[in-house]
């Protein structure tokens, strides 16, 4: 079946570096979505990129949709502790379920 | 608005035993899907219902696991004879249109021992 591959699946950076977490598929994606999971805590909604070659901009989150669909990235500019957690990306596929990436988990030292 | 709710938010069970999980939707949300989560992993699809109806449950294993959302109540994730395998988190999920995300209940932290 369809496979969402993330990385990198660690991720330490000290606070005010930046951090970057790719997707990337094999066939074309129709959609993706990010969602970000606090330690013990649940998936957060945080946005979906549907066209080819989009970027989206939350604060100091950068999300983009490779021109091919077949990738996505999710940035993040001078990185906080607030920002500490896995973030997944997943594609909503036919049928409404999500295929999620394994996760990129972020510590960020003070 | 509530969010979507979730309980028990931690449940031991003994192998062999039966776990009932519950999962009420967000207020005006009509579809809800379960998902399993293993230590240090993504999350994998299991079951998606609509009031009545299992629409997908191509993730569900063959044996031991039902899912039902009936007219009145919350969706119900049962597991039956427990294995300690069954260990995991296992959130729900409800959207009110598939396609514009989903918001996610705070999950059931099952321990099998």
């Known amino acids: 079946g369809q496979q969402v591959m993330q990385i990198p699946q660690y991720q330490h950076v000290q606070e005010g570096e930046d951090f970057t977490t790719y997707c990337n598929s094999s066939?074309?994606?129709?959609?993706i979505q990010w969602y970000k999971q606090r330690p013990g805590g649940h998936p957060v909604f945080l946005i979906q990129?549907?066209?080819?070659?989009e970027v989206k901009k939350q604060k100091r989150l950068t999300f983009q949709f490779g021109e091919a669909k077949k990738n996505s990235s999710l940035h993040i500019t001078a990185t906080q502790t607030t920002d500490v957690g896995t973030y997944f990306c997943a594609e909503e596929t036919s049928g409404s379920r999500l295929t999620f990436g394994e996760g990129t988990q972020l510590t960020v030292n003070p | 608005n509530a969010g979507v709710m979730q309980n028990p938010r931690h449940l031991v069970r003994r192998r062999g035993q039966e776990a009932r999980l519950r999962c009420s939707p967000m207020k005006g949300h009509s579809h809800v899907y379960w998902y399993r989560q293993l230590p240090e992993e993504g999350l994998k699809f299991m079951v998606y219902?609509?009031?009545?109806?299992?629409?997908?449950e191509s993730g569900m294993p063959k044996e031991r696991f039902s899912a039902e959302f009936p007219k009145e109540g919350p969706s119900i994730l049962r597991i039956q004879q427990v294995v300690r395998g069954d260990s995991a988190a296992y959130f729900c999920?409800?959207?009110?249109?598939?396609?514009?995300?989903?918001?996610f209940g705070s999950g059931t932290r099952l321990t099998v021992v």
């Open positions: 999920a409800s959207s009110s249109t598939p396609g514009w995300g989903y918001t």
């Open positions: 219902l609509q009031k009545e109806n299992i629409i997908d």
């Open positions: 066939t074309t994606l129709s959609n």
């Open positions: 990129l549907v066209k080819s070659g």
